[in-house]
């Protein structure tokens, strides 16, 4: 007796090609949804770095006096390890603000290097509280980039109330 093979344990074509076109599908949403997870924590990754060091260079810079404590008269930045313009905790000292000013112009790389941003651009600016009047300004101007971390200090300057305001990008 001969039975007819086209009956049974056969896999219809139609079925065939709706099982690999669900299973395409579920192929290309598992890795949408994984590349999207992965840009995702990359740039919360860059994120977090950038805080951490603007941050880090804000606390440097308001709160200390700068290592040496002399850096403003030193000839070059050789042997300054740190920068900060406080004459005491959140007092800014007028001739470390001054020679922090004047470095922007010539050597602005070098005390982003220090303040450990040298992977960023930074814009400093120092606002008095009563008025919202620029008092000094430090950096490159951040313009209207999207990746861009603020930190505010808040200290006294020549008797006045004023923020701190320092702002990491990317470059």
Known sequence: MVKN???KG???SV??????TIFLMILTLIIVFANESSN????????????EAA?????????TEGNPGNWENQSDLNNVFGIGIAKSR???DSAKLQRFLDLNATRYSDVKDILGLAKYDVEITVINLQNNQKLAKFGLDSGDSNNITAVNRFAFYNGKNVVVRMKVFEE
């Open 5 to 7: 093979r086209k009956e």
């Open 55 to 63: 941050m880090h260079a804000a606390n440097s810079v308001i709160y």
């Open 10 to 12: 056969q896999i219809f």
């Open 90 to 92: 959140n007092e800014i």
């Open 40 to 51: 995702r924590l990359e740039f919360l990754e860059k994120d977090n770095f950038r805080t």
């Open 15 to 20: 079925d065939l090609i709706v099982a690999g």
